[in-house]
């Protein structure tokens, strides 16, 4: 049975073939073995369904449709029931998930040449803190859309145990590591033992001494620099004039929000911002809140907000460009603002290093080495405040963005052969 290694991410997915005894990531866009998720709808042509860059490109570009992100983060919400508009009708936002799997599956075949019937999937320690039967039910409806996929057997993986496997490939002696997973939507953390001598095992139980999660993750970093440099921009903390109230703020968490962009286009969410914008102390704000609901420039905003991010793990300032909403329009920011309005994610980073040492019962001296994983672990304040936590270890990195999906990989192979 031909199997595959799948790293379904918030923001960005791989998946990984076996040839022979080799195992590697499969091309998903052009040479690319990293793609989006994201699923963009042509309104134009007949709801046609678009991928990963192809389909940031065509919402940037201004097609008419609709552009799906942070689709991995639904799972766990009461969002998974609800259905997404489309031109002419609407569809089952976990028939959304199924085609995206289905593409990557597709791709990893003609990388193969041979179906693939088994998939071993990575998922989060946890897709929802304190409720193991939300958590289970999270993994069941991602095992059922990877059937609806087209595969036959579907098996899990926690990410950083995948990682962990990952880099046990170039260790070259025995170590107690501390894995830090720091993604788009969740940070996950084990402790296992790996090495040299250990790596040829079957099985491998005995080594992975604890492992913890969090649903803190890039998406919730991008949602609170958003409020806290762009949507005061917008109208966010104003005042209504008539009720001596502040401005409502569930329109703002939702349209900073990846998941939820979509939802504030709907007539009704349009309806109660013009009436918020007739009440304003401040009406050229809401202006702009008007012109972003009515022109669909959510994403745009959430793509701007995401850059300016970026930018602050090599800079001490960013200023997040919004001249699409309005002309010379910016949101200055600085690495000190957007690490105070991380800071509450920051500390559940910390107490999840805690949790892991304590369920591992391993002082954090006894950790060798902190392997950092994940896009979101590039932020200087997430392996700084993880670092401080173990501070004898030695900080290493593999791919910030594949050491997962290679790690599910070399499961597969171990699983299938």
Known sequence: MKAAGFDFGTSNSAIGIVKGN????????????????????DFVDHDKPHYGRDAVDAYVNGNDGRLMRGLKTILSTSLINERTALSKRSIPLTDVIAMFSRHLRLKAEDALGAPIEAVVHGRPVRFVEGDDAADARAEHTLASLAKQAGYKDVSFVYEPVAAAAQYELSAAREELILVADIGGGT??????????????RADRRSDILANTGVRVGGTDFDRNLSMEAVMPMLGLGGELVDKNLPMPRSIYADLAWWPTINLCYAPKVVREAEEVHRLAVEPRRTARLLAVLKKHLGHRIAFAVENAKIELTRSEKSAIDLMFVEAGLAAPTSR??????????????????????????????????????????????VEAVIATEVPGATV????DFLSVALGLTLAAQARYG
């Open 22 to 41: 080799h195992a590697a990531l499969a091309p998903v866009e052009g040479a690319a073995t990293m793609i989006p998720t994201a699923v963009f709808f």
């Open 396 to 399: 290493k990195r593999g791919d």
């Open 336 to 381: 000190d603002r957007f690490d105070e309005a991380i800071a509450a994610e920051l500390m559940r980073l910390r107490l999840a290093v805690w949790n892991c040492l304590a369920l591992a019962d391993v002082e954090a001296d006894g950790i060798d080495t902190v392997f950092m994983t994940g896009g979101s672990s590039l932020v200087p304040a």
């Open 187 to 200: 940070s996950d953390f084990s402790i296992v033992r790996i090495g040299p001598d250990r790596r040829g």
